[in-house]
């Protein structure tokens, strides 16, 4: 007994030394980074004091001065948690070359590092953080996560270990240490540092990083990362990456770290952004602080499906029957007839428009149809009344609309026709046999005709300007949208979309229509405005002697933000629920763009793949293709990852489950429902709060989100109320999955959305049912008995 209480002694002396030399070298970094907070400073305030000068270059020059060090500034002053959390010792290098970040660039280790007896040197130790610090004297105290000299920290293993002979997981938070997880790569060496035995604390870092608790926003994996999670985030950027993997194994971690290694490989390259597309608000408010944890931020765009489109903000969801349709390929047709089909049934027309010379009474210059679209043009020119009726005015139309152009832009095409048909009808063509007359006299016509408010005021009407919204609207009434639909749609279709697009405010898939037909209407060049002229400036002279000024870089950086509907590299989270009208949407924002694409077929809620999948491909052109597969899951217990692979084995025979790497004991629990189906769901739900620290999600199918949430009302901030689809991509500490059955059934693909539901826990997890489960005895649904 006193031998066993002597060796803990002897570990818990280990382990409070090693903290305390983890925490001199974390003291040591602080001091540094305060010197350089100190010149972050300093540099500011020279800047300013140069903008003292007065003259354009200084203006411009303080301007970027002040813009870099600002970022340099924020950057330094932000203390992350686990600002520090990774440590590697190294054998000697086979060459002793340098990287720019102060580390020997040697992967493999040099002859004779290890000596016939396995013993060997450490020659370098190199910590590992969110951003490089170097001394003084240029030597590393930090090598910054995503350079070279970092990835063995990734990559290395006990069956390829490079240099590595020991890597350490560092958690900290702000300027202390809390503790150290070792892990040996070379176990049959004894290695010695500055003399010493090197010691290993611990059990295995990784084990340790996932059993903490999680809570509603993402936390990043930097600490965690394993090999084959490295090599995606690390691939070159060219063409296509695609990666593929089952719930659990990281992707979306890793897309969100692959943003940042981009960006920090080649941050010019990537000045036209990078585009992150998750399926929901919920994943997007998960996800989003972890790129300035990270060491980036204002370069990365993450967006929801529903946020796309500049001025749209969709929550809503449309139920399945109309999500299937408004999501198919069979909606582009259908949106090109309506664009065209909106100009003949304008919203709004003038009653009478007339065109007339000096006081002569003005004939009615157009008569209105009852849908109020002009069906006659009347002017006055040379003398002579022309008129163009409806039969005329229809074909004129109709050889305008023959165009490639969007319907926007063919507004010009259709004006010309107008004038060359009145012209035709005036004679005045063959007056002249001098080609420069009649030009002359043809412009002169078209200038007097095209002058007149009230042909402009027709023009409005017989071809307005169309807007996507417009059209949208246009399309929810039943009998226009059963015209344009005709082929396309059959009657019940048509009637549950046209009802659909009568509710208020957008759905996830309206945002896409949106997209759709914002390209087939284009929006007209409108002209620049003139800035308004001081009157004092014109008044002084000033106006000549004042030089233009010129925008700031942060400024323009802050205008193309605002404007930039194309990135440079997009990366599309949960790729396979995208339908083929987001695919469009979300290609339309890659069209010159390098692309990683993240998901897992097995886990997709569209209907259609192979629809989706020539869609997608037709977003992603003719790049080549690069292909990773993540094999293991870190997020569930292999108890409930067990479970899942019932429930995968219905959805997708023979698709193959990702390997858990951990068991914790427990078994998922069955709860049938007693005395009603919202007692049953708030006391599982409380029950869990009390078995876990973290976070508990109820995953409900999407018709009860609301319902669930008020069954839930009071329990706290730490338990949160689901729909099923909403919960693609989150984790939770524990989670109830409601009525599996009502899921299943809710779309053709609900097996595959309750395959996700079951997969969201990374500790406990609970299934309530209800009647139309049949569950036995124990509980157990029918859906996941054996």
Request: glycine share 8%; proline share 6%.
């Amino acid at each position: 007994m006193a031998a066993q209480h002597a060796a803990h002694a002897t570990v818990d002396s280990t382990r409070d030394r090693e903290i305390s030399v983890e925490q001199t070298h974390l003291d040591r970094v602080y001091r540094r980074l305060e010197e350089k907070i100190h010149e972050a400073e300093f540099l500011m305030r020279d800047a300013a004091q140069r903008g003292q000068v007065g003259t354009p270059g200084a203006l411009a020059e303080r301007d970027a001065q002040v813009f870099r060090a600002g970022i340099h500034l924020n950057r330094l002053n932000n203390e992350f948690e686990d600002f520090l959390f990774g440590r590697i010792d190294l054998l000697p290098g086979k060459d002793g070359k340098k990287g720019p970040d102060g580390a020997y660039t040697a992967v493999e280790p040099a002859e004779g590092a290890v000596r016939a007896d396995s013993t060997a040197d450490i020659a370098e130790t190199l910590h590992i953080g969110r951003i490089g610090v170097l001394d003084a004297d240029y030597a590393p105290l930090v090598i910054d996560w995503r350079a070279p000299a970092a990835a063995p920290f990734y990559r290395s293993t006990p069956v390829d270990p490079g240099r590595v002979v020991r890597r350490r997981v560092i958690r900290s938070k702000g300027r202390r240490v809390l503790g150290v997880e070792d892990d040996l790569m070379r176990p049959e060496l004894t290695a010695y540092l500055d003399g010493s035995e090197l010691p290993v604390i611990g059990d295995g870092a990784l084990m340790a990083a996932l059993g903490q608790a999680r809570t509603h926003t993402m936390r990043d994996i930097v600490a965690s990362i394993q090999a084959e999670q490295d090599l995606v985030i690390r691939a070159p950027a060219a063409s296509v990456t695609y990666v593929e993997g089952g719930p659990g194994t990281g992707k979306t971690a890793v897309a969100l770290h692959r943003a940042a290694y981009l960006l920090y490989q080649d941050r010019r390259r990537y000045a036209g952004g990078i585009l992150i597309v998750s399926p929901t608000p919920l994943l997007v408010a998960y996800t989003e602080g972890v790129l300035p944890s990270l060491g980036e931020e204002g370069q990365v765009a993450i967006r929801a499906l529903g946020s796309l489109v500049d001025g749209a903000e969709a929550t809503l969801y449309d139920a399945p029957a109309v999500a299937r349709v408004k999501g198919s390929y069979r909606m582009l047709r259908v949106l090109r007839k309506a664009a065209r089909g909106a100009l003949e049934t304008p919203p709004e027309a003038p009653a009478q428009l007339a065109l007339g010379e000096d006081d002569e009474p003005a004939a009615p210059a157009l008569a209105l149809a009852g849908t109020g679209t002009p069906t006659r043009l009347r002017v006055v020119a040379f003398g002579r009344r022309l008129e163009l009726q409806d039969e005329e005015l229809t074909r004129i139309r109709r050889s305008a609309l023959s165009g490639t152009a969007p319907v926007n832009l063919l507004r010009p095409r259709a004006r010309r026709l107008l004038l060359d048909a009145l012209w035709e009808q005036s004679g005045a063509a063959g007056r002249h046999t001098d080609p420069e007359l009649a030009a002359e006299l043809r412009s002169s016509f078209d200038e007097d005709i095209t002058a007149e408010d009230d042909f402009i005021a027709f023009m409005d009407a017989w071809w307005p300007e169309l807007t996507p919204r417009g059209v949208l609207a246009a399309m929810a009434d039943e009998r226009r949208l059963g015209r344009w639909a005709r082929r396309e749609l059959n009657p019940g279709e048509v009637r549950r979309v046209a009802r659909s697009l009568r509710r208020d405010g957008l759905t996830v898939h309206d945002v896409a229509l949106l997209d759709e037909l914002q390209a087939i209407l284009g929006v007209p060049a409108r002209p620049r405005r003139k800035r308004e002229a001081d009157p004092l400036d014109q008044l002084t002279g000033l106006e000549e002697l004042m030089p233009v000024r010129e925008e700031s870089q942060r400024e323009r950086a802050e205008r193309l933000s605002q404007e930039r509907v194309e990135y440079a590299h997009v990366i599309v989270d949960e790729a396979q629920d995208l339908t083929p009208m987001q695919w469009r949407m979300v290609g339309r924002r890659g069209r010159h763009a390098t692309w990683t694409v993240v998901g897992d077929p097995a886990q997709s809620s569209w209907s259609d793949p192979d629809e989706a999948a020539e869609a997608r491909d037709e977003a992603l052109g003719t790049r080549p293709r690069r292909r990773f597969t993540l094999t293991v899951n870190y997020r569930n217990p292999a108890e409930i990852a067990e479970l899942a692979s019932k429930v995968l084995a219905l959805a997708m025979p023979g698709s193959p489950s990702p390997s858990a790497v951990r068991s914790t004991g427990v078994r998922p629990r069955f709860a049938p429902v007693r005395d009603s189906l919202a007692a049953t769901v708030r006391a599982e739900a409380a029950r869990l709060l009390d078995q876990v620290d973290g976070t508990v999600g109820v995953v409900v199918a999407m018709n009860r989100r609301a319902e669930a949430a008020r069954w839930l009302a009071g329990l706290g901030d730490r338990v949160v109320a689901l729909g099923s689809l909403e919960a693609k991509g989150l984790e939770y500490d524990a989670t109830v999955v409601v009525s599996p059955a009502e899921i299943a059934d809710e779309s053709p693909a609900g097996l595959r959305v309750l395959y996700v539901a079951l997969t969201r826990a990374t500790q406990q997890l609970t299934v309530v049912s209800a009647d139309r489960d049949e569950p036995d005895a124990n509980g157990v649904p029918d859906l996941l008995r054996d």
